[in-house]
């Protein structure tokens, strides 16, 4: 597998093969990257723009990726931080939180075709949500896409202890959450 | 990553694989199409950039030259007064007693020979600018 993904770097790299090893990687990996944003920024259509923006971004920089890390990781980066900075400005554009435009947007996946459904999953979202940003990527990374640390830890750049610590933090405050509502 | 990151955890469904196929198309669409905007934008650019900073710098070098050369004519001008000082304080060019003693009476013929005086001008002169009071009395 890392041979292979060395070999579609170098491609990507390439100017003459770059588009076609471009399409290649957006059918890998399209899918894991749609759920990983979707679980940060909740609704379909905001996810759809946060998808295209992150592998745009791929694309124009690419060349400059230089193999630190695995390209998997760098571009769960790239669309973590796409994620965060679209919630924020999605925030100041309706002069609102961060916390409270997720409210919102938990409010409505009642009836969004993409989401299961029920009293409990949206109370786990609610409770998610009233986390601070780092402990709520950790917990969401761990706890619904089931990430090893060692992953979140490149990705994140956090060492795997720290992460952890705010995974377990994380999980005490929604028990008491959900013990409260 | 090769683990598989979907399990019972996640409450999201993922979407169609027609969502996906259709996602593709849109993106590499977009992204051959900003490139062929992209490309003409970014030659006139360098360009307008060039031209851009040889301004800045024949400003930079403009304001330079104009500065030393008001700097240079700053140091050499003199206003009357310093040059009257240096007239009179400078032994070397004022006249010593040894230059007065050394002037003959040769000398002082030929220096009025020399010099040709108008009379009707030093009425003038002396008319105009010389305060006679102060000559009179001392």
């Given at each position: ?48 723009d946060v998808l295209q ?40 554009k309706n002069k609102i ?85 | ?138």
């Amino acid at each position: 597998m890392n041979d292979n993904h060395d070999t579609l770097l170098k491609q990507l790299q390439d100017p003459l093969t770059k588009h076609t090893a471009f399409a290649q990687l957006v059918e890998l990996y399209q899918k894991r990257l749609y759920l990983h944003i979707r679980t940060i920024v909740l609704n379909h259509d905001d996810t759809d723009d946060v998808l295209q923006e992150t592998f745009i971004k791929i694309y124009q920089n690419i060349d400059s990726f230089k193999g630190e890390s695995q390209l998997f990781s760098w571009m769960y980066r790239i669309a973590t931080n796409q994620s965060l900075d679209f919630l924020k400005a999605k925030a100041k554009k309706n002069k609102i939180s961060n916390q409270e435009i997720n409210e919102i947007i938990i409010q409505d996946l009642q009836q969004d075709e993409y989401f299961d459904y029920s009293n409990a999953s949206i109370l786990l979202q609610k409770a998610v949500n009233a986390l601070p940003e780092k402990q709520q990527l950790v917990f969401k990374m761990k706890y619904f896409q089931d990430m090893d640390y060692q992953s979140m830890s490149d990705i994140l750049q956090t060492s795997v202890g720290a992460l952890k610590a705010s995974y377990h933090h994380a999980v005490k405050k929604i028990e008491h959450f959900l013990k409260d509502h | 990553m090769q683990k598989d990151p979907f399990n019972n955890n996640q409450p999201f469904k993922m979407p169609s694989q027609e969502y996906f196929d259709d996602f593709s198309k849109r993106l590499l669409n977009k992204i051959e199409q900003d490139q062929n905007v992209q490309k003409p934008t970014i030659v006139k650019l360098k360009t307008k950039r060039k031209y851009y900073y040889m301004g800045i710098a024949a400003s930079i070098l403009l304001v330079l030259a104009l500065q030393i050369i008001q700097l240079s004519n700053s140091k050499n001008a003199f206003s009357n007064d310093e040059l009257q000082d240096y007239i009179q304080y400078d032994t070397h060019l004022g006249l010593s007693t040894e230059f007065i003693n050394s002037f003959d009476q040769e000398d002082i013929l030929e220096l009025e020979k020399n010099i040709r005086i108008n009379n009707q001008e030093l009425n003038d002169y002396v008319l105009t600018n010389l305060d006679l009071e102060y000559y009179l009395i001392d």
